[in-house]
């Protein structure tokens, strides 16, 4: 059985989870890091050096994985199907370009620089222009998974792959934290199918309420 330690307000942890949920495994989860603590004792420590979360083991006698793209890289190349985690190595560099892409320049354009400011800095100590900033340049990001969306029915492809859970897994906090969005309709409709599915709405539909300042 998988263990995951991290707890379920972290936005890493959601994308691990939403990919656990979608291919259907049994898992433990332990809710570690932010106000739970845990991540700084020893044993942690030597799971992740970094004290971060999410971990990850698959059996108990298995090594530990750190960081939530390994992660949900390892669940999709062993337990997942061809279509959400392609074998051939040029198909499946298709979705990982998208996966990546969404990991490395979406999600370090939104957490701190807008989820942070919106909901875990105080009202008094937000800078309000330098949030308004970051929101149109992440609205230009959010522009290229728009155009994407008009060739294909999710971001890389017709089917729904490990590229959606890295984009997808960010749209609910994106879509529901006060602030002004630019019109990307095609991003606001393929938000609302990804709300239809029961694992995004167990895993990362999640009040993110313990974390506002």
Same mark, same amino acid.
């Given at each position: 059985m998988l263990e995951i330690w991290g707890r379920r307000t972290s936005s890493n942890v959601q994308a691990v989870m939403w990919t656990i949920g979608e291919i259907g495994l049994s898992y433990e989860r332990y809710d570690v890091g932010h106000k739970y603590g845990g991540n700084n004792t020893p044993e942690f420590l030597a799971m992740n050096p970094n004290g971060l979360v999410p971990v990850m083991r698959d059996g108990s006698d298995s090594q530990p994985v750190f960081e939530s793209a390994a992660i949900c890289r390892y669940l999709a190349s062993r337990y997942g199907c061809e279509a959400f985690w392609p074998q051939t190595p040029a198909l499946r560099a298709q979705i990982d370009k998208w996966a990546e892409w969404a990991k490395s320049s979406v999600a370090p354009a939104f957490t701190k620089p $807008?989820?942070?400011?919106?909901?875990r800095v105080p009202e008094q100590e937000r800078d309000a222009a330098k949030l308004a900033q970051s929101v149109e340049l992440f609205s230009r990001l959010l522009s290229i998974a728009e155009a994407q969306l008009k060739a294909h029915s999710f971001l890389a492809s017709d089917t729904f792959t490990l590229a959606d $859970?890295?984009?997808?897994?960010l749209l609910y906090r994106y879509f529901t934290i006060d602030i002004e969005r630019p019109p990307l309709p095609l991003v606001a409709d393929y938000y609302k199918r990804l709300c239809e599915s029961p694992a995004y709405r167990e895993h990362v539909m999640v009040s993110y309420e313990e974390l506002r300042a």
């Open positions: $807008i989820f942070w400011q919106a909901v $859970i890295m984009l997808g897994h």
